[in-house]
């Protein structure tokens, strides 16, 4: 519990240095581009409209329940990508940033475990303009804000600190292991399908897998977004899964912050 705690006080201190390089690093990767940083609400954009037409076609665009209620599927897949192509985003570029910016530490002096959440903090921007379009597309569609909508901020908490610790584990897997990456792709690619992102698990397969699949953090997340926006649950109303959640993400944590602490100083010669 102390690695955590050490971890987390490492990236809180060093919170404006990590939202600098990350601006910077936005702007240097849209450099040249005629749009320019707008790609980054652009991309996704077009990501959910190609997945709409893709699977929205195939399902006939039929309603989803999400609780009692009929949802249309285009706001339901719409909920379920926003949330989906960010904890990606972060996944698969978090697994990497130690490996591809750890020249930075000995230029600007911070602790690697800053690397992760820098990747996390550029994402945020798309993620928030994205997740603003979301909401101007349920408005027009005749969802009203509730009560059940304040709880967005606990999800977008619980995502925030899981994809990170989830990344700093990546990451230093990453390093120990070259091969990592190419595991890990095929797993996110798998864990898309059967995250409940772009169908119903439960209308696609036995009950067991169905509960089974929704065990993992992904859905939990993606899960928690629907009820918050179509209004229909508390999170603590589905306490058994919200314990579950946190549990793994703690233990998460404490393996991400035991192997990350016990290997940065040997990561440069590993590189």
Do not use: C
Not at 87 to 105: C, D, F, P, R, Y
């Amino acid at each position: 519990m102390l690695k955590i705690v050490k971890i987390l006080m490492e990236v809180t201190s060093n919170l404006p240095l990590i939202w600098i390089v990350a601006r910077y690093n936005n702007k240097a990767t849209f450099q040249g581009h005629f749009l320019g940083v707008a790609w980054e609400v652009l991309d996704p954009l077009i990501q959910i409209g190609i997945y709409f037409f893709m699977f929205g076609a195939v399902r006939e665009m039929r309603d989803v329940y999400v609780g009692n209620i009929q949802v249309p599927f285009f706001a339901w897949m719409l909920i379920g990508m926003t949330g989906w192509m960010f904890m990606n985003k972060v996944t698969l570029k978090g697994a990497q940033s130690v490996q591809k910016k750890i020249s930075l530490v000995s230029k600007m002096q911070f602790p690697m475990s800053v690397l992760p959440a820098m990747t996390l903090s550029s994402r945020l921007t798309s993620y928030f303009v994205t997740t603003l379009a979301a909401v101007l597309i349920l408005l027009s569609m005749g969802f009203t804000p509730n009560i059940f909508w304040l709880q967005y901020f606990y999800y977008l908490i619980a995502m925030v600190i899981f994809v990170y610790f989830f990344a700093l584990l990546n990451s230093t897997l990453t390093i120990i292991f070259r091969d990592y990456t190419q595991i890990l792709n095929p797993i996110m690619r798998f864990m898309m399908f059967f995250s409940g992102v772009i169908w119903r698990l439960d209308e696609s397969f036995p009950e067991w897998f169905a509960r089974l699949m929704n065990l993992n953090p992904f859905s939990y997340i993606i899960t928690g977004f629907r009820f918050t926006f179509f209004g229909q649950a508390f999170f603590w109303e589905h306490w058994e899964t919200t314990v579950f959640f946190w549990l793994l993400v703690l233990l998460i944590a404490m393996i991400s912050t035991h192997l990350h602490l016990k290997f940065r100083a040997k990561f440069v010669d590993l590189v």
